[in-house]
């Protein structure tokens, strides 16, 4: 069993960077990508660190009350993403997509529509996990925002 602890000395580094697009009316194209590092300086070594991500969506609304949006998620093939005992474990990558929408009711309280992982594909809970995440989910949100 392993135990989680402390490390005396260490850095994590990392970029993510993000752009939009209204490029046509009223479309809207949004991408992001994350990146890090770790290292442990006491002990001279890499950490376990996340793998590489990417996002991409396209997204259409209506005035400010209807909106619908397209969205691939994607973790990049990583040989350092996760650390079993010494040895490193091979995280494969994979592209998640989801198909989301929404209307706006009055003021702030809204209807939210979504199905995660359109193409029902198994993957893992984290790099290097038995446990799959689950398949293609149904989600309804009805919510409130609150006024600050």
Known sequence: MERAQNIGKSRHQ???VGAEYNFYKNFLARANYTWQ??????????LRTRQPTANLSLR???????WAEFVAHALFDSDTAWQDGE?????????????????NFYRDYGLRLAIENLANRDYPVQPGSLSINPGRNFVVRLG?????
Not at 144 to 148: E, I, L, N, V
């Open 37 to 46: 590092t770790a290292r442990d300086f006491i002990e001279d070594k890499p």
């Open 87 to 103: 040895e490193w474990l091979h995280a494969p990558g994979y592209v998640i997509y989801d198909l989301r929408g929404g209307v």
């Open 144 to 148: 409130a925002r609150r006024a600050a």
């Open 14 to 16: 990392g970029i993510e």
């Open 60 to 66: 259409w609304h209506k005035r400010g009350k209807y």
